[in-house]
């Protein structure tokens, strides 16, 4: 089922509010241009995908899944399944990768999840279905719903980015761990997903010198 994304206007107003509710906020969201939500393609295809790319670079995650692509024809379970670990492998995935991504193939199909209707799920009822899945963390779950699914609500507390975005925002010496980072979070609900992009957007625009971060008052 396809799905939207949400849009400029909506988070724009998500952002105001949360500049409102938050003085930390409102320092990136002065400094941070206006939002874009680009929802990457979800289902087994969406999920994979976020598997196969961890842990590598862009460059690398691109060329591995031009060549599964090539090899598989079309990415879905019944075509994971269809090819063993070593035909894997020389697709240039790892044994690992190969072995969660058939894992998942099996699940789908078995229908232990439905990753072409998880929008039936609340977020917790979401996580826990995909974290259940063999190599799904809680950070890739939170990022497939955020970025998949559009969720307004979910928080990838474990993404090490935004914990340093936290930090600038908040003036401290040292960075919130995972847990400390879903309790900072919390004033930020129902837009934590907001809350995530625009903090990921202000920590990209300062490392690649486009705003400059002076220290909190």
Request: hydrophobic share 45%.
């Amino acid at each position: 089922m396809p799905l939207t994304a949400p849009s400029v206007e909506l988070i724009a107003t998500a952002r105001a509010s949360l500049a409102a509710r938050d003085p930390a906020l409102a320092r990136a969201h002065a400094q941070t241009p206006a939002l874009e939500w680009r929802l990457r393609p979800g289902g087994f295809e969406g999920l994979f995908r976020m598997i196969v790319e961890q842990q590598v670079s862009v460059a690398s995650a691109a060329s591995v899944w031009a060549r599964l692509e090539a090899g598989l024809g079309e990415i879905t379970p019944q075509a994971l399944l269809a090819h063993d670990l070593d035909s894997l492998r020389g697709m240039g995935l790892s044994r690992q990768k190969a072995t969660y991504g058939q894992g998942m193939a099996l699940a789908q199909i078995e229908g232990r999840i439905d990753l072409d209707h998880m929008q039936t799920l609340g977020d917790a009822e979401a996580i826990a279905a995909l974290t259940a899945l063999k190599g799904v963390g809680p950070w890739t779950a939170e990022a497939y719903l955020m970025m998949c699914e559009g969720r307004l609500d979910v928080f990838p507390g474990g993404d090490v980015a935004l914990q340093e975005a936290i930090r600038w925002a908040d003036g401290t010496e040292t960075r919130p761990d995972q847990k400390g980072a879903y309790l900072r979070a919390e004033v930020w609900r129902p837009y934590r997903a907001v809350a995530t992009h625009l903090l990921w957007a202000w920590y990209t625009g300062v490392k690649r010198g486009e705003i400059i971060l002076e220290p909190s008052a």
